[in-house]
């Protein structure tokens, strides 16, 4: 319904209307002073008649969320001749304005740092707003604020108009799954894939999905494809944008990104409709990716980012001035690198004719600082507005790297001793970090499977590879058969007869940790890796 701001009254109950903050399909919302106190409030104003009466529905989940860390409090409601207006905490510039911002400012994606805080701080909403009973199922840039000078660094959730609670009251059961399609709700940008293209119910995990799709947006270079072209104008330009949307693959649109991006999309796409997200575990997961990174105080989202820190150059050398590369630049630069073939095969372990181990060490090290080598710009350019420029995002996170170096010593290992060492280190990395295995993690048990089963032929490692697509491998199994498997493993590493027999012991292992939910090290997973090492030792 057409919506004429000039019948709007300037008095609504007790406070003064001033200027307008913002307006969408149902409404306007503007900036108001209260009469009497002359605090500052924002007033959110529908015409009662409106086809979507969202501020009704907005007045019956504020009650809900009242008192959470990033949920605006309601203070009044009420109808003033054909208007319906909601009085909620003034916030800040939404994160939509902020995104918009750094475009202009020349950025066609967002930092690293600035991303890792969104992400902790809208899963931790999502967490608050689900115990609470709440979906949100509208999550997008435009729906998340910071708060007024000194809550800027937090992160509020607006615009409940489309929330729903999914526990009933009557029944205290989930809402039901439907077969049934339905009409899709949410957001061009961010729906997920079940609800957007396919038009099934929504629960928690959609929420979830659209925030690992509005996190990776941020990543983007230029944003998400289907985001490019606008608001669909007609229904063909929607089809398109649902077809891109479901066609693209976790691994394609997080290409050149920190694998936990990829790994919490997927994630949120294996979790099933009834079932409660690990939100703390994927805090924890963006709070270590940023800890890799060098970001302190990620807890807190600010604004213009601090400085990216910077990599330390080695004692009288002058820091190398780096040429702008992008990330799929930096991959064919790689790729042409590994074809030239530079340097002889690499030693093997059953190879004991290769050169010494030292030297392919060094060799090994410097292949790792290639890859690790981030995109942050040495120039002390400015922006504008003289603000400075925000951190790029790193190609490779330094957990990447570090396990990419940890891989390349196994490899590189001519004895048993050696992989004890390399497995001893792998070991410690994931216990002081976080626990989850990444795709670098799995690629250190390929290589680790490789070298115990026959060290002197390639082999193509597919038990313990992390990205096998086949449903069966992907199908996630009940944490109790993990653990037993687990467990299973720790008492038979420490009676291992050969190289052989650890071979398959390391591919279970790798095995049983994919199909896991979370891709976890347990206790009695770090104790096998203990045990591993020590029998190495033994069998050297
Ligand atoms: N509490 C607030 N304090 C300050 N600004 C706000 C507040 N709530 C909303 N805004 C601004 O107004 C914009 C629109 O708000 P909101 O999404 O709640 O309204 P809407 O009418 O439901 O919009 P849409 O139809 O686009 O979903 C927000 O993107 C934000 O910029």
Redesign the pocket.
């Known amino acids: 319904m057409a919506h004429n701001s000039d019948t709007i009254p300037r008095r609504m109950g007790n406070y003064w209307l001033q200027d307008r903050?913002?307006?969408?399909?149902?409404?306007s919302?503007f900036k108001a002073r209260h009469v009497h106190d002359n605090t500052f409030v924002?007033l959110?104003v529908q015409d009662i008649d409106h086809e979507c009466p969202?501020n009704r529905y907005e007045q019956a989940i504020y009650p809900l969320l009242q008192g959470g860390e990033g949920m605006?409090r309601l203070w009044a409601s009420g109808i003033q001749g054909k208007w319906h207006y909601l009085v909620?905490?003034?916030?800040g510039r939404?994160l939509?304005?902020i995104y918009r911002e750094n475009l202009q400012w020349g950025h066609n994606r967002m930092d690293l740092r600035s991303v890792c805080s969104i992400a902790i701080q809208v899963i931790a909403r999502l967490q608050i707003m689900h115990n609470r009973e709440v979906l949100h199922r509208d999550i997008q840039l435009?729906?998340c604020?910071i708060g007024l000078t000194p809550e800027e660094d937090t992160i509020y959730m607006?615009?409940f108009?489309f929330s729903k609670r999914y526990i009933e009251s009557h029944t205290r059961r989930h809402i039901p799954d439907s077969k049934e399609k339905r009409d899709f709700l949410g957001n061009y940008w961010f729906t997920s894939v079940n609800v957007h293209c396919k038009g099934k119910v929504p629960s928690r995990r959609d929420d979830l999905e659209a925030a690992a799709l509005m996190f990776i947006h941020l990543l983007t270079p230029g944003g998400l494809s289907w985001t490019r072209n606008g608001v669909p104008k007609t229904d063909s330009a929607h089809d398109r944008i649902k077809r891109a949307k479901k066609n693209a693959r976790p691994e394609d649109l997080c290409k050149g990104m920190p694998s936990e991006f990829e790994e919490f999309l997927r994630y949120c796409r294996r979790l099933k409709f009834f079932e409660c997200p690990d939100y703390d575990h994927w805090k924890d997961e963006f709070q270590a990716l940023a800890q890799d990174s060098g970001f302190t105080d990620i807890e807190r989202f600010i604004w213009p980012p601090p400085p990216a820190p910077k990599v330390q150059p080695q004692a009288g050398r002058p820091a190398p001035t780096r040429p702008t590369i992008d990330a799929d630049e930096m991959e064919n630069v790689l790729k042409d690198l590994a074809k030239l073939q530079l340097n002889p095969p690499r030693p093997i372990l059953g190879d004991q004719t290769n050169v010494p181990a030292p030297a392919r060490r060094n060799d090994s090290k410097k292949a790792s600082e290639i890859i690790s080598v981030s995109d942050s710009s040495e120039d002390d350019e400015s922006r504008p507005n003289g603000q400075p420029l925000p951190p790029c995002t790193p190609v490779r996170t330094k957990k990447a790297s570090q396990l990419q170096k940890l891989k390349l010593s196994v490899l590189d290992s001519t004895d048993n001793a050696a992989l004890a060492v390399a497995v001893e280190e792998f070991t410690k990395f994931l216990q002081l970090g976080s626990k989850t295995l990444t795709k670098e993690g799995f690629a250190f048990l390929d290589a680790l499977y490789k070298q115990l089963a026959d060290p002197s032929i390639f082999v193509l490692p597919l038990r313990t590879l992390r990205s096998v697509n086949r449903e069966d491998d992907r199908a996630p199994q009940p944490a109790h058969v993990k653990l037993g498997v687990v467990a299973r493993l720790r008492r038979e590493v420490g009676i291992a007869s050969s190289n052989r027999v650890l071979a398959n012991l390391v591919a279970d292992f790798g095995a049983v940790t994919n199909k896991s939910s979370g891709r976890t090290i347990t206790k009695d997973g770090f104790a096998f890796l203990e045990g591993l090492a020590a029998r190495l030792q033994a069998l050297n």
């Open positions: 903050l913002g307006s969408g399909y149902s409404g919302i924002a959110k969202t605006p909620i905490s003034l916030l939404s939509e304005s435009g729906n604020a607006i615009d108009g």
